[in-house]
Every structure is written in C-alpha cells, then in structure tokens.
C-alpha cells in the first residue's frame, strides 16, 4: 500500500513562528499537493508539484512556499505565522501523467493551530 | 473555472436508512468525477469515481452516477450502518492533476 506520512499529528505555534510541514510518500509518485481544509471550506489546493525542483500554485498560496529538494519529500513552509492559518493541512500524492491510476494518497493531516 | 457544490450538512440519519449526499459540478470540458472519504482522524480515500457520462461508479455499497445532462454525480446507499460515520467529498478532475473538492459533508449515522 501507498504510504503518505505527515511529520506531526498536531503543531501549536506562536505567531511570527516559521513552521515547516513535512510530507513523504513512499510510493515513487511525481504529484504531490498540499491543501488546507477548513470547515464549510473543503479542501482548497495551497501548492503542488509534479516533479522535483517543479512547483505550482494552487488556489491559496498567499502566506505559503514549499520545497520539493527530493522526489518522495514535499515541505509546506509558513514564512510567518499568522493565526488565519491555524487549519488542518493535508498532504496527497499521485503518479504522473498518464498513470492508470488517478486517485490521490493522502496523509493523515497535521492540525496546525498557531496562537 | 471548475467548481463543486455538496448539499449542505451534517446529515444524521438511523442505522439501515437510506442515504443520499448530492453533488453538482460546473467544468470546463469533460471532467472525471470522484467521491471522496474521510474517517475521524484519517486522511481522505477514494470511494469511488467515474470517468465518463453515465458511467456509474460503487463501492462498498455506495453509488454514484455519472449525469450530464444535470451535471450531477449524487452519492446513494440504499442501507447506512454506523460504521459509514465520515465526511464525504465530491470532487471532478479536468486536464491535469488537481483536483477541485466540495465543501464536504459530515454523515453520523446512529444505531
């Protein structure tokens, strides 16, 4: 089974703080995605990447980066906290461009509460 | 753009009941169609999907149906157990590799 794992269950920090969330997936996957759900909201895209060193913009990237250094490795980054972006934030991953399979691993999720 | 609406929740409903969560979308093009399943504390899975007009997708007892006409892809269970207890996510897929998610909408279903 695909394997996505999240560095942290729960993350409290202080505003101003650089947070790094961390991904890996064990699977050899090109995507990877980071959302953030929020209830009433779903889940809205903050970045992906389709390959190492590659990454887009999703729909909410304002107050987010993120580093793809490696191809089982993408890091979510919160240059300064800010207490909106206290959420649950989720991980997923998906083999590439034409791959029979089109469905998303996801992580378990970190909730991030930032005071 | 793409965009998905779910019915609103939480829905609530009594073991055996029959269930269903709708789901419209606007796309551009021809999108793939999934559903989505979060469990308490996990992450999502994929239930089931469909990839072309009228084309159904199941899953555990679960369906859902491809309309195009309507731009729809409700989901239906006709028995619920208590186990089915989640939050549910329509999603679509166009070109490329994001998906576009709905709101979500939290099923307890009691015994």
């Known amino acids: 089974d695909v394997k996505v794992t999240q560095s942290s269950r729960y993350l409290v920090k202080r505003t101003g703080e650089k947070v790094f969330l961390e991904c890996v997936q064990d699977?050899?996957?090109?995507?990877m995605f980071w959302y953030r759900q929020d209830p009433g909201l779903g889940l809205r895209l903050i970045y992906f990447?389709?390959?190492?060193?590659?990454?887009e913009k999703g729909d909410i990237p304002e107050g987010y980066s993120v580093s793809r250094e490696k191809k089982e490795r993408f890091s979510l980054i919160l240059e300064s906290a800010s207490t909106n972006q206290t959420s649950m934030y989720l991980c997923?991953?998906?083999?590439?461009?034409?791959?029979?399979?089109?469905?998303?691993?996801f992580g378990s999720g970190t909730q991030l509460s930032v005071l | 753009g793409n965009s998905v609406t779910q019915m609103e929740g939480p829905v609530t409903l009594s073991e055996e009941a029959f269930l269903t969560i709708n789901c419209t979308y606007t796309a551009t093009g021809y999108p793939s169609l999934f559903w989505y399943v979060q469990y308490p504390g996990e992450g999502l899975q994929l239930l089931l999907k469909a990839t072309k007009a009228d084309d159904k997708g199941s899953n555990k007892g679960f369906e859902a149906t491809y309309r195009k006409e309507t731009t729809s892809f409700h989901l239906e269970k006709g028995s619920v157990q208590v186990s089915d207890s989640a939050v549910y996510f329509c999603a679509l897929r166009t070109s490329g590799s994001r998906l576009t998610f709905g709101e979500g909408t939290q099923l307890t279903v009691n015994p």
């Open positions: 699977m050899d996957h090109e995507n």
């Open positions: 997923a991953s998906r083999p590439g461009q034409g791959a029979r399979d089109e469905k998303l691993f």
């Open positions: 990447s389709y390959d190492v060193k590659m990454k």
